[in-house]
């Protein structure tokens, strides 16, 4: 008995790994006919066959591992009859419930592709760090979470129904003890195969996934599972923090191209008699590919923005630092990769070199207003450990404007409420203000105030286009776009009709793409990931400082504060990381380029952070795309692409930890 028990639960565990397998590789095979154009594929035959036997050895690896502890368990359990009929009883349901899982997790990861347009990473742990109750509320509305339930509790009540039926009793003959024998050693030991992926030294890994130069590819290649294992791995070294040595900081310099991680200010004497105030907006999902789509007095995205884009500094050849707010917010104002450091172990501590550091020191009171609540990722407490004077959310918005209550959602009051605040700060100020503003409006569920009259948008035939699946209108995600950057607009109109426009400095930048829309791999992978830079300097500080504008040139956000700061500060040593002054006379070409945490860009085109190392010239840079065909990438640009991200977090590291050894005389690498 016991020789036919094992054998029946072996088969039924055979038919459950074909079962899970062909789940997940029907969730891949939906993925790419939804998010890869075919035309793209003509070309990559030997790709696409890589991603689905790799994609069918990561399915195999999670179905194993699902299953293993079946098989361990019934080597025990088909000894007995009362625990067989346990094994009978539980192991369907169980098999279920597995099944539904990995199911959902499928789902799951297609509609997080479709939102942030790569698998499931290390950001989906910062969803579940914001608002809980708005981010339900969301996903709610967006996404379809019944029909997606019900799809994920069919696939576990089929997986269940087939398992009774497979561990029903049934009479084997038996076979001979050898032949048996021979036959479970070879069963466990593929199943310890395809738990493990592979025969080779290594188990499967995520190097594995990169298979092609088309980035899409790669991504679709793991499963949700794996990519869920990834991430888990990511947020634990995310979160951890280690002294670091002077002679690492050195080598990561010269390998990213660097003489030094900081720099000076001119010497600027009318800047030194008058400092000039700096308004800095991180504004939500102020992205360059929902922007291409604006059309004055058709799709008007930009409202009364649009005389200060035409009249002001602009950069679009830009890119948001990360694809998020919690960690654009973080590498910004923060200096820091980790987009945890404002709820991690270092929370209390005050770090150097960051913005707020060096206004206070120049005398600045430095204000952060956002229209969201503050205790998201802890910035409440957080900011004022980092030297901020005073922080206003919701609450103190609500307080002072109480109409600003009937228009909240579930991220906060309009933006507008918070340019108006900044402005009345900026009237009233007897000393010079560092004001931080994140925005929040531009955010499901892009909800704008009743009061607000939008200019003409439509949803022309591009939108459409781009236009990914879910239950917001298209017209709510245009008109909320245009309120968010209307409300910046009118904001810089009334600083510059008054004498603050003469001594107040106005920069903007998005945070990252917009949602909801699709991008077209490789040509549109620039602007799925652009955001402009805005900038306003007065005319006497300009008249008092040299300067050069390029509108072509190429940055990212790690370029904005050293372009502020050359416009605010006199002979002031600065932390760069690899940033530097988009106005200057000269551009840096040791810094002239592009940094997101997927996507590397300089003014020859764009390199992908990941996958085969690949360049993507340039095909069209007024409308940001690059060439459909990727071309071979140097080992020095490789080596720099490798090393920044280590730098980055090198000097988090040292600015948390501090150093294993003195620093070596004459030299500052910080």
């Known amino acids: 008995m016991y020789q036919t028990r094992l054998r029946t639960l072996l088969l039924t565990l055979g038919y459950q790994l074909i079962w899970l397998v062909l789940i997940l590789m029907t969730a891949r095979y939906l993925m790419l006919s939804h998010f890869v154009e075919s035309g793209q594929l003509q070309s990559r035959a030997d ?3 890589r991603m689905w036997l790799t994609g069918l050895r990561y399915d195999l690896r ?5 299953l293993s502890p079946f098989a361990l368990a019934g080597l025990l359990l088909a000894a007995g009859e009362r625990s067989w009929q346990g094994v009978q009883t539980w192991a369907p349901r169980l098999l279920g419930v597995i099944a539904f899982l990995i199911g959902a997790v499928a789902i799951g990861n297609y509609y997080y592709y479709q939102t942030y347009h790569t698998h499931i990473d290390v950001f989906a742990f910062g969803l579940m760090e914001d ?19 019900l799809v994920a509790l069919l696939l576990g009540w089929l997986s269940a129904r087939w398992a009774g039926r497979t561990l029903a009793h049934r009479d084997r003959k038996p076979w001979p003890l050898a032949a048996f024998i021979v036959y479970l050693l070879v069963a466990l ?4 195969v395809i738990s493990r992926g592979s025969i080779g030294t290594f188990p499967l890994r995520r190097g594995n996934a990169q298979v092609s130069d088309l980035l899409s590819l790669n991504k679709l290649t793991p499963n949700g599972f794996m990519a869920i294992d990834w991430a888990i791995k990511d947020r634990e070294e995310d979160i951890a923090f280690n002294p670091v040595s002077h002679a690492e900081g050195e080598t990561l310099l010269a390998e990213v191209g660097l003489d030094s991680l900081m720099a000076r200010t001119p010497h600027n004497p009318w800047l030194a008699e008058h400092k000039p105030n700096v308004v800095m907006a991180l504004m939500e999902s102020f992205g360059s590919n929902m922007l291409a789509f604006d059309e004055p007095g058709k799709n008007d995205l930009l409202g009364s923005l649009r005389p200060h884009f035409k ?16 960690p654009s917010l973080a590498a910004l104002f923060f200096h820091s990769p980790a987009q945890n450091i404002s709820h991690s172990s270092a929370q209390h501590q005050t770090l150097s070199g960051t913005p707020f550091a060096l206004y206070k020191q120049a005398g600045y009171k430095l204000i952060f207003i956002s229209p969201g609540n503050m205790m998201w990722r802890n910035l409440v407490n957080y900011l004022p450990v980092q030297g901020v004077d005073e922080v206003y959310d919701q609450n103190a918005l609500m307080k002072r404007y109480p109409q600003a209550a009937k228009e909240i959602t579930a991220w906060g009051v309009p933006d507008d409420y918070a340019y108006r605040l900044a402005q009345t700060l900026l009237e009233e100020a007897n000393q010079p203000l560092f004001i931080s503003i994140l925005t929040i409006t531009n955010h499901p569920p892009y909800e704008t105030p009743a009061r607000y009259q939008p200019q003409p948008i439509a949803t022309t035939a591009a939108v459409m286009a781009h236009a990914e699946d879910g239950t917001i209108e298209q017209t709510n995600i245009l008109k909320t ?4 950057a209307d409300a910046l607009g009118r904001f810089v109109t009334a600083v510059k009709g008054s004498p603050l426009g003469e001594k107040t400095l106005i920069a903007a930048s998005g945070d990252h793409q917009m949602r909801r829309l699709r991008a077209f791999y490789p040509r549109e992978q620039v602007l799925d990931r652009a955001v402009p830079f805005y900038l306003y300097v007065p005319k006497p500080i300009l008249a008092h400082s040299p300067w050069r504008f390029d509108p072509l040139r190429v940055g990212s956000h790690k370029d904005i504060f050293p372009t502020l700061y050359n416009f605010s500060l006199s002979d002031t040593p600065y932390q760069t990381l690899a940033g530097r002054n988009m106005l200057a006379p000269v551009d840096d070409p040791s810094r002239a380029f592009g940094y997101n945490v997927t996507l590397w860009l300089d003014d020859k085109g764009a390199y992908p952070m990941s996958g085969k190392p690949t ?3 340039w095909q069209d840079e007024q409308h940001l795309t690059v060439s459909e065909q990727g071309e071979p990438v140097d080992k020095a640009q490789q080596q720099r692409q490798q090393a920044l991200p280590e730098l980055l977090r090198w000097q988090l590291n040292s600015r948390v930890k501090g150093f294993l050894d003195p620093e070596p005389d004459g030299q500052n690498s910080q």
């Open 189 to 192: 030991t593929l199943l310890f």
């Open 47 to 49: 790709d696409v066959q």
């Open 131 to 149: 608002d809980t109750q708005a981010v339900l509320g969301n996903m709610w509305q967006d996404y379809p979470i019944i029909q997606s339930t």
């Open 615 to 617: 360049f993507y010239p």
């Open 311 to 326: 009249e002001d500094f602009v950069f679009k050849r830009f890119l948001s630092e990360d694809n998020g707010t919690a």
């Open 62 to 66: 999670i179905a194993g591992m699902a």
């Open 481 to 484: 776009y245009q309120f968010a």
